[in-house]
């Protein structure tokens, strides 16, 4: 009796373990099937929506797994996308155009943006070393550049503006703020774009000092967006209208919780809560698609052209998966 009584324990154990098994799997399953491995950047903006909707578990909340993983810059994460390290990314309109026509990812939504209150270029500083005292004597100096970011489109319109040929000054191009900061102190860099808190971070270099806004530029502006894989986003439209839902909800706590937004910022990113705080004030959060947003990119990939910065042209319509935010973002939607 005993011999029997333990072999029943044993097969009560052993099915105990498959049902377990089982259950694990299918929850790996389930969990793959939702998982959004979503690229965000550290240096131009930090994506605190992101980070917010994710330390807040708005995503985990819409049975989301969400993995978040840093990069310097949107166009960092652009590839990451490309390179299928990551599922979602975000870029500023210039990296957007510069890489839509390389690898086969959708834009789904705007990030940020400018409207008729709020433009970040008028916040943005054109900082420049001694000696440099007016945008003319820009003219024979080394500009430094954020490689394959917007900052490369802001600069070729602020030279045009004062009517300074790109063959009289010679671009430095570097990969992460603290390049560029270097870059200063050593001599290698003249004069950059200064934006959020790196502004400060710029000036407490012995003299460096603002010479000019980038707003001098009539009709500049700045808009990011978030991009999709479109195999993935054609796969997983309504996880990906969750993904969305989730990021509004990440911007609606950065707007009415700065102070916990820059908590999030210094435990992920360990910058200082004030440096975030002013960041904060320098970005406008949006979500869905505008005719505006249509316009603008319509009017620089126009503009890229004529340039020769992009040596190829697409649809920008076949560009555009618009359906998850149709679908949860109906009033922000119009086009």
Known sequence: MKLKGSIQLLLLFVMVLILAACGNDANS?????????????????????????????????????????????GIDTVNAVLTKQADTGLAADYALLNSLGKGDFVVVSSLTGSDEHFNSVSLSEILAVKGIEVPADIKGKKIGVAKGTVSEYQWAKYLEHYSISEDDIKYVPYSTPDEAIVGMKKGDIDVVIGTGALIEKFKNIDGVHEIDRLSSVPDLSVSSYLIVDRKFAEANSEEIGKFLEGIEQGVEYVKGNPEGTADIGYKELKIAKEDILLDLKRVNYTLGFTKEDYTHLSNMKAYLLERGILDKDFNLDEKLYLDPAKQVLKDKVTY
């Open 29 to 73: 399953a389930n969990a793959d099937g939702k998982t959004i491995r979503a690229a965000i950047d550290t240096a131009a903006g930090g994506s605190f929506q992101i980070r917010a909707a994710a330390a807040n578990n708005y995503f985990a909340d819409r049975e989301l797994n969400v993995e978040l993983s840093n990069f310097a810059y």
